[in-house]
């Protein structure tokens, strides 16, 4: 199975972002996205899904959606960070952990 996770930390006071709504599309190759996940960061900051992934499925684009003006209550510039990726191999772990603030972020693979 493939792993998607990562870990959101609040760089205004280094805390944990918890609550944070993330949603994992897929994007097929005609640029439909498909919803393959939406949740919300634990106390921690964290999250983790496993995807079974057929052959097909291995050379789309997926993308993560992070929502940072519902956790900083609309006090933000920057509303939504959205990471496009590819998960070519189905036994991989892809953690992409981030720094998050209402004005930028920062990300970055983790291996």
């Not at 996770?5 to 190759?29: M, P």
């Not at 939406?38 to 959606?65: A, M, P």
Request: a positive charge; one cysteine or more; glycine letters at 4%.
């Amino acid at each position: 199975m493939a792993i998607v996770s990562s870990h959101l930390l609040n760089s205004i006071n280094g805390s944990h972002a918890s609550g944070v709504k993330i949603k994992v599309n897929q994007i097929t190759k005609n640029g439909l996205r498909k919803k393959i996940c939406q949740t919300l960061t634990d106390k921690n900051g964290r999250f983790s899904k496993e995807f079974k992934l057929g052959k097909k499925d291995y050379n789309l684009e997926y993308e993560i959606i992070v929502n940072l003006q519902d956790y900083f209550r609309k006090k933000t510039n920057v509303s939504n960070i959205v990471i496009n990726f590819k998960m070519n191999n189905p036994k991989k772990k892809y953690h992409i952990p981030m720094m998050i603030s209402p004005n930028s972020y920062s990300v970055w693979w983790s291996k």
